[in-house]
């Protein structure tokens, strides 16, 4: 099996790395991860170590964890970048962590779960 984990860097990534390595049913450290960060467009030109900090903080966790994973970092619009890695990789899943935002805050701002949900040939697990 091989997982792709959309992180950011926020509590909601922290909350879907802690499913993640709390669930021995579904994820089991013999299984490939890939830590995927795609930073937001206000970070795009900011020094790469704050994005690799991101990837790094995650990394560390799981591998407190027993987990082994790899990192990808891409350039893009979050949601595209998530579902062609997930294709290229040939990832049985996407795990994302969701922010949870209202009805309206998604209709103004748009949501990448939703952008995720809509646009993935494969399963994506959402953990809020």
Do not use: W
């Not at 099996?1 to 021995?24: H, P, Q």
């Not at 407190?64 to 970048?81: C, V």
Request: proline share 5%.
């Amino acid at each position: 099996m091989k997982f792709l984990l959309a992180v950011d860097g926020s509590r909601y990534t922290r909350r879907m790395l802690t499913y993640i390595a709390s669930n021995e049913l579904l994820f089991r450290p013999q299984y490939e991860y890939v830590l995927f960060h795609v930073p937001p467009k206000s970070e795009r030109g900011m020094d790469n170590a704050a994005n690799e900090a991101v990837l790094e903080e995650s990394s560390l966790f799981l591998q407190a964890q027993g987990f082994t994973p790899l990192r990808m970092l891409r350039q893009g619009t979050p949601a595209a970048a998530l579902v062609q890695a997930a294709n290229q990789l040939q990832s049985n899943m996407i795990v994302m962590g969701c922010r949870g935002l209202s009805a309206l805050e998604t209709a103004v701002m748009g949501s990448v779960t939703t952008e995720v949900l809509a646009s993935s040939h494969i399963p994506v697990l959402v953990i809020r």
